[in-house]
């Protein structure tokens, strides 16, 4: 994992956040479903390599970023691991999740982080709505599925990045209609290419408020994609 870190740039102590990381994630994953990844190398590359590819794109500097759905915590907390100024908030409907997270930022000494159990359709009508310069999410749902949850949350002049397999252009293209009624316009897609797989980063640029009618409830949301 060390020499995998080495080669991203990361310094020492950075390294080391990230192999304590590691460790939790392998000792907790005995006792719950965190990961199907548990060799270090791929945790390294396909978990904290994979989670650090926005901040090639972007300014992230002392920015606020809420990652929905973050499960075991990617990409948030490589993002914050390795640029320590970003507030981070990390959202999960599983509150085993939260407590792993929870673990995860106190062993790590983490600040401006919060960890907040509950649904983000839900979330997205309460204060944390429109307060994020970004929101970020790796969930498998589908793009118009997705931009329901996560645009609520950014501020106008803001974006929300979904990170994508391969080759999202007809997913992308199934969810501008979706993106538009959010307040979001679809605004690059940048490939992420590794030794061995290739995944996308696509930027949606929150130009005006979300409606006040949106997030759905979630039965709606998947069931009629706007």
């Given at each position: 994992?060390?020499?995998?870190?080495?080669?991203?740039?990361?310094d020492e102590?950075?390294?080391?956040?990230f192999?304590?990381?590691g460790?939790?994630?392998v000792?907790?994953?005995?006792k719950?479903?965190?990961?199907?990844?548990?060799e270090?190398?791929?945790i390294?590359?396909r978990h904290?390599?994979?989670?650090?590819?926005?901040?090639?794109?972007?300014d992230?500097?002392g920015?606020?970023v809420?990652?929905?759905?973050?499960?075991?915590?990617?990409?948030?907390?490589?993002?914050?691991?390795?640029?320590?100024?970003?507030?981070?908030?990390?959202v999960?409907?599983?509150?085993?999740?939260?407590?792993?997270?929870?673990?995860?930022v106190?062993a790590?000494?983490?600040?401006?982080?919060?960890?907040?159990?509950?649904?983000?359709?839900?979330l997205g009508?309460?204060?944390?709505?429109?307060?994020?310069?970004?929101?970020?999410?790796?969930?498998?749902a589908?793009l118009?599925?997705?931009?329901?949850?996560?645009?609520?949350?950014?501020?106008?002049?803001?974006?929300?990045?979904?990170?994508?397999?391969p080759d999202?252009?007809?997913e992308?293209?199934?969810?501008?209609?979706?993106i538009?009624k959010?307040?979001?316009?679809?605004?690059?897609i940048k490939?992420?290419?590794?030794?061995?797989?290739?995944?996308?980063?696509i930027f949606i640029?929150k130009?005006?408020?979300?409606?006040?009618?949106?997030p759905?409830p979630?039965a709606?949301?998947?069931k009629?994609?706007?």
């Open positions: 994992m060390t020499d995998i870190l080495k080669e991203y740039g990361l102590n950075k390294i080391k956040a192999a304590a990381y460790d939790l994630l000792r907790w994953n005995e719950m479903n965190l990961t199907s990844i548990t270090e190398k791929e390294a590359r904290f390599i994979d989670s650090l590819s926005p901040l090639s794109y972007g992230f500097k920015k606020s809420i990652d929905v759905g973050t499960g075991a915590g990617f990409p948030g907390i490589p993002m914050k691991i390795a640029e320590n100024t970003i507030r981070l908030t990390l999960d409907s599983l509150n085993k999740r939260i407590s792993f997270l929870q673990a995860v106190a790590l000494g983490l600040k401006d982080v919060s960890c907040i159990h509950g649904r983000a359709e839900e009508r309460t204060d944390l709505r429109e307060s994020f310069d970004f929101a970020l999410s790796r969930a498998v589908a118009p599925v997705l931009a329901e949850l996560c645009l609520p949350f950014v501020k106008v002049g803001g974006y929300f990045i979904a990170m994508k397999g999202p252009k007809e992308t293209a199934l969810a501008e209609s979706a538009s959010l307040g979001g316009k679809t605004e690059d490939t992420i290419v590794t030794a061995d797989y290739t995944h996308t980063l640029y130009k005006s408020p979300t409606p006040s009618n949106l759905r979630f709606k949301i998947k009629n994609p706007l």
